[in-house]
């Protein structure tokens, strides 16, 4: 069982920076592949990364890639989402995910834990 918390949420004008944070508790954290995912009002949850469980590789949705950037601290139990020249589409509620997968998915399914989730909202 893995425990999920985000944090760093909040109200950022266009163009501005945000970084959300995800501090994790139970099983190894370090078994874990990681992701970010994000729901708009009245839209599917949409991927926007994921990272490997023990290397730096990560992957991301075409929308966000070159903008978003995915790390995490294995040592603090901690994954973390950069974002960057924040648009208003970005708008969303935020939720980390932890799969125990040697692959990085892309499907909300493949992820067996969620965090609550945290409220960004770009505008000026």
């Known amino acids: 069982q893995v425990q999920l918390v985000e944090s760093g949420g909040g109200l950022v004008q266009p163009g501005g920076s945000l970084k959300l944070s995800c501090a994790a508790s139970?099983?190894?954290?370090?078994?874990?592949?990681m992701a970010w995912f994000r729901q708009a009002p009245g839209k599917e949850r949409e991927f926007v990364g994921a990272i490997a469980a023990i290397t730096p590789y990560a992957e991301y949705s075409g929308s966000v890639q070159g903008r978003f950037t995915i790390s995490r601290d294995n040592a603090k139990n901690a994954v973390y989402l950069q974002m960057n020249s924040l648009k208003p589409e970005d708008t969303a509620v935020y939720y980390c995910?932890?799969?125990?997968?040697?692959?990085?998915?892309?499907?909300?399914?493949?992820?067996?834990?969620w965090g609550q989730g945290t409220q960004v909202t770009v505008s000026s």
């Open positions: 995910a932890a799969a125990n997968t040697r692959i990085l998915p892309r499907g909300s399914k493949e992820y067996h834990y």
């Open positions: 139970g099983r190894p954290f370090s078994t874990y592949v």
